[in-house]
C-alpha cells in the first residue's frame, strides 16, 4: 500500500455522490437528574472520498457528533431530534439490528485510547479482523492475510507476527496502530477517526497520519476526523467544522479556515500555546538515574545504559517515539520495574529497586501522573474518595480533616468545592486531569513524573493544565520530569530536554541547546516531524524523505 499518495487539502480530492447527511442533530446528555442539549442542531454532510475535520475544546460536543453518525448515543446520551441519513438510509427510523449490520462493516470507529478498546485476553489478530470475519466480509483466513498486509502499511514492525501479540505486549503507538487496522480491514464507506494519533509520537504519527489519508483516498472512503490538534487536522481534512458548547461556530474548505477564519473564537483556536518558559539551570540534583538497563520478564533488553539528571526544582523533558523507554523509565524510578542493572539515587541516597521494598516516605515523595486519567481513577469512586484516600495513606487524615484538606486540594487546582462528590464520569477531560494532579499533590511530594499528561486534551485545555503545573511547581518547589512527545509542550513547560530512542539516551541537555541547530540526526528527525499548520507540510515532508532514502523510523 503506497503511503506516499498525493491527496491535496481543502478541495483537492476527487469527491464522489453524497454518503452521509445529517440535519439539525440535537443530542441530550442526563446529569444531576435531568437531561441537558450537548449537541445543539448541528448539519452534516459528507461525500464519498471526502474528509470533514471536526475541532473544538473539551466538551464542545466532537465525539458525541461522530457517534451519532453512526446512530449511536453513547451511554448517557441520547439523539432527541434530527435526522441521520447514511447512503440513502435514515439511521434514525432503521431498527437497532439494521445500525448493528452497519457498524463495523459499512461504518467503522477509531477511538482514541487503543489501550481502553482492545480485549487484553485476546491477541491483536483476533479482534482486529472479529469484526470482518462476523459480517461476512471475508473469510478468516484471508481477513488475517489482510490484516497483515494493513499492518506492514501502517508500519508496525515484524506485521507477519506482530499479530499475534496480546495488547499488553505492544507499544501504546502500535496499539493504537493496530486499531486503526482494525477499522480500515472491512474497507468500510465511512470511518470515524476519534483523535486516533493522539497518543503517537511525532515520527509514528507522520506514517499513520500518510496511510490513513491513503486508504481514504485509494478505497473512495468518507471519514470524520476528530481532533484537537489544528496541524493535523490541516494535513488530512478537506474542510473543517468549528464546534463550541454543541453549536457550529463556523465551517469551511481547509485552506480557506486557516487562511482566513471568520469568527473570533476560531481565530483563539489558532492562536492557542503561546506559551514558552524561560529555562534555568540548577546544580543541585534531586533524582539520578545511573547506567540502568531494564527488560521485561528477563527476556528483550528494552533500557540501555540510562543515565538521566533531574536538578531540583526544574523541569526534564524526555521525549522520543514510541518505544523508546520513555515510560519504561519511569516505571524503573518508581519501582514498579526493578532495573538489571544501574541505580536510581533520590536527594543522593540509592532508593531500593522494587517498589515493595521502599519505605512509605519514599514512596511517598515519588508520586506520578499518567496520560489516561480516564483509565487511572476508579469510575466508582468520588473525588473526595480519590484525593482523599492518599492523604489518609500518607497523612493520617480522615473525617473532617481529610475533607478540609480535599477542598484546599480542589483549590489548588482551580476547581471548586462543589466538584467533591462528583465520580469521573461527570467531569470534563481537564477537569479528570486536575483531579488526578491533585492526588499526586495529596501525598505532598518533591518529584513527580509526569507521563504524557497533556496528550489527550485539546490545545486550550492543555495550556491551562501547563499553566496549573508551572504556578504549582513555583509555589510547591516541585520537581518534574516531563515524558511527552509534544515538542510544543516541551517548548513551553521544560528546563532541560532528554532525548530517548531504542532504550538510550542519545542526549541530554539544556532546552536551547537541544532545540537549536546543530541537531544530532535523530533530534532532527523529531524535529521534523512536527506537523505545521500548512496543508501542503505532510506532502512536502513525505516528498522530502523519498528523495533522501525514505522515513526515518525505529519501527516501534
Not at 5 to 24: A, H, I, V, Y
Not at 107 to 125: D, G, M, R, W
Amino acid at each position: 500500500m503506497n503511503t506516499n499518495s498525493k491527496p491535496r487539502n481543502g478541495g483537492g480530492r476527487t469527491k464522489g455522490e453524497l454518503l452521509l447527511e445529517m440535519r439539525d442533530i440535537c443530542i441530550d446528555g442526563f446529569s444531576d437528574d435531568q437531561w441537558h442539549e450537548i449537541v445543539k442542531g448541528v448539519d452534516v454532510t459528507l461525500h464519498r472520498g471526502e474528509i470533514l475535520g471536526v475541532i473544538g475544546e473539551s466538551g464542545a460536543g466532537k465525539s458525541t457528533l461522530g457517534l451519532a453518525a453512526m446512530g449511536f448515543a453513547k451511554p448517557g446520551c441520547r439523539i432527541s431530534s434530527g435526522t441521520v441519513v447514511f447512503d440513502g438510509m435514515d439511521l434514525m427510523a432503521a431498527s437497532e439490528a439494521e445500525r448493528r449490520k452497519l457498524r463495523g462493516s459499512r461504518i467503522a470507529y477509531v477511538a482514541q485510547s487503543a489501550a481502553a478498546s482492545f480485549n487484553p485476553a485476546h491477541q491483536l489478530i483476533n479482534q482486529v479482523t472479529e469484526a470482518t470475519v462476523r459480517h461476512g466480509i471475508r473469510p478468516r483466513e484471508d481477513a488475517e492475510q489482510d490484516a497483515k498486509e494493513l499492518f506492514a502499511a501502517l508500519q508496525l514492525p515484524d506485521p507477519e507476527n506482530i499479530g499475534y501479540r496480546f495488547p499488553h505486549q505492544v507499544s501504546g503507538g502500535q496499539l493504537q496502530r493496530a486499531m486503526t487496522a482494525m477499522a480500515m480491514s472491512s474497507r468500510p464507506d465511512l470511518i470515524i477517526f476519534d483523535e486516533p494519533t493522539t497518543a503517537l509520537d511525532v515520527t509514528t504519527q507522520v506514517e499513520v497520519l500518510a496511510a490513513m489519508r491513503d486508504i481514504v483516498d485509494q478505497f473512495h472512503t468518507a471519514a470524520i476526523y476528530i481532533t484537537h490538534d489544528l496541524a493535523v487536522v490541516a494535513q488530512m481534512a478537506d474542510k473543517i467544522k468549528v464546534l463550541r458548547y454543541g453549536n457550529t461556530v463556523e465551517e469551511a474548505d481547509t485552506r480557506v479556515m486557516l487562511k482566513e477564519p471568520k469568527e473570533t473564537y476560531t481565530k483563539t483556536l489558532w492562536a492557542v500555546r503561546s506559551l514558552y518558559k524561560e529555562e534555568d539551570s540548577s546544580e543541585d540534583i534531586i533524582l539520578r538515574v545511573h547506567d540502568v538497563d531494564a527488560s521485561y520478564g528477563g527476556v528483550v533488553k528494552v533500557l540501555e545504559n540510562v543515565t538521566i539528571q533531574v536538578p531540583r526544582g526544574r523541569t526534564v523533558a524526555v521525549v522520543g517515539e514510541s518505544g523508546s523507554g520513555k515510560s519504561t523509565t519511569a516505571r524503573v524510578i518508581t519501582g514498579l520495574l526493578p532495573p538489571m542493572k544501574g541505580e536510581v539515587y533520590f536527594n543522593g541516597e540509592p532508593l531500593p529497586k522494587a517498589l515493595k521494598d521502599r519505605s512509605k516516605t519514599q514512596l511517598q515523595k515519588i508520586q506520578m501522573i499518567y496520560q489516561m486519567a480516564d483509565t487511572a481513577m476508579n469510575p466508582r469512586h468520588t473525588v473526595r474518595d480519590i484525593i482523599g484516600r492518599p492523604l489518609e495513606f500518607y497523612l493520617g487524615l480522615s473525617g473532617a480533616a481529610r475533607d478540609r484538606k480535599v477542598v484546599e486540594l480542589l483549590d489548588m487546582i482551580e476547581l471548586t468545592e462543589e466538584f467533591i462528590d462528583r465520580l469521573p464520569n461527570e467531569l470534563s477531560g481537564g477537569q479528570k486531569q486536575r483531579i488526578c494532579i491533585a492526588r499526586a499533590l495529596a501525598a505532598e511530594p518533591e518529584f513527580i513524573i509526569c507521563d504524557e499528561v497533556t496528550s489527550a486534551l485539546d490545545q486550550i485545555v492543555q495550556e491551562g493544565i501547563l499553566k496549573l503545573l508551572l504556578r504549582l511547581q513555583k509555589e510547591l518547589n516541585l520537581t518534574y520530569l516531563f515524558i511527552t512527545h509534544d515538542i510544543a509542550t516541551v517548548e513551553a513547560i521544560s528546563d532541560e530536554i532528554v532525548v530517548m530512542f531504542q532504550g538510550g539516551v542519545i542526549e541530554q541537555g539544556m532546552k536551547s541547546d537541544i532545540l537549536h541547530p546543530p541537531f544530532e540526526p535523530y533530534t532532527n528527525l523529531l524535529l521534523s516531524s512536527v506537523p505545521q499548520m500548512d496543508p501542503d507540510w505532510l506532502d512536502n515532508l513525505l516528498d522530502k524523505r523519498e528523495k533522501e532514502g525514505g522515513m526515518t523510523s525505529s519501527g516501534n
